[in-house]
């Protein structure tokens, strides 16, 4: 099985900053990785498939890069909305799995 | 735009069988694009896929090693949902699960969750 490891576990963050979230696979994915948004008390919600093209709806401060064994999330200027925790998922080796979430909080 | 509508109870005994229902709309369940699927989601294990369900000309269903024996996940084409069962559940079963539509690998559309505790 496929372990996904991101870090960091939780990121400090004052709105308007930067962001770069980190995933990490024990093996090659190619681009076959996703990452999705979790909210507290509601379902994840995908954001980025393929490794870097945005799901629909999702907005362009969001971005995806990376292949193979790493990659990252990037969020230009992070929003009060985008409190969360962000998973990735990689969909290169059967069975999918998922990292255990990077919680990006208020600092 | 498909929707995703959970049910079933909340509170399950153990030992008993946890069953689960997801009410598909906008999309159907004999698709040949996408599969269905159930995870949960626990502090413990984070997000954990368990089982899927899909038609390629006949039906097909994969299970999670972890689950494998207790799990099976039925669609129900007159209602166009599908459903989980997992028998002989213990605490460690409790969790929030999701049903999801997944399509080339990626989970695109999940229902609202449904918390289940497994306790006496």
């Known amino acids: 099985e496929t372990v996904m490891t991101q870090s960091p576990v939780t990121l400090s963050v004052s709105p308007g900053e930067r962001v770069t979230l980190s995933c990490r696979a024990s093996?090659?994915?190619?681009?076959?990785l996703a990452w999705y948004q979790q909210k507290p008390g509601q379902s994840p919600r995908l954001l980025i498939y393929g490794a870097s093209t945005r799901a629909t709806g999702v907005p362009a401060r969001f971005s995806g890069g990376g292949s193979e064994t790493e990659f990252t999330l990037t969020i230009s200027s992070l929003q009060s909305e985008d409190f969360a925790v962000f998973y990735c998922?990689?969909?290169?080796?059967?069975?999918?799995?998922f990292g255990q979430g990077t919680k990006v909080e208020i600092k | 735009q498909v929707q995703l509508q959970q049910s079933g109870p909340g509170l399950v005994t153990p030992s008993q069988t946890l069953s689960l229902t997801c009410a598909i709309s906008?999309?159907?369940?004999?698709?040949?694009?996408?599969?269905w699927n159930w995870i949960r989601q626990s502090p413990s294990r984070g997000l954990e896929w368990l089982g899927r369900?899909?038609?390629?000309?006949?039906?097909?269903?994969d299970y999670a090693d972890s689950v494998k024996g207790r799990i099976t996940v039925n669609p129900d084409t007159s209602k166009n949902q599908f459903s989980l069962q997992l028998k002989s559940v213990t605490p460690e079963d409790t969790a929030v699960y999701y049903c999801?539509?997944?399509?080339?690998?990626?989970?695109?559309?999940w229902g609202q969750g449904s918390l289940v505790t497994v306790s006496s």
């Open positions: 093996q090659s994915l190619g681009s076959n």
């Open positions: 998922q990689q969909y290169n080796h059967w069975p999918w799995t």
């Open positions: 369900t899909y038609y390629r000309s006949k039906w097909s269903n």
């Open positions: 999801v539509r997944v399509r080339g690998g990626v989970f695109e559309s």
């Open positions: 906008g999309d159907s369940v004999s698709s040949n694009l996408v599969t």
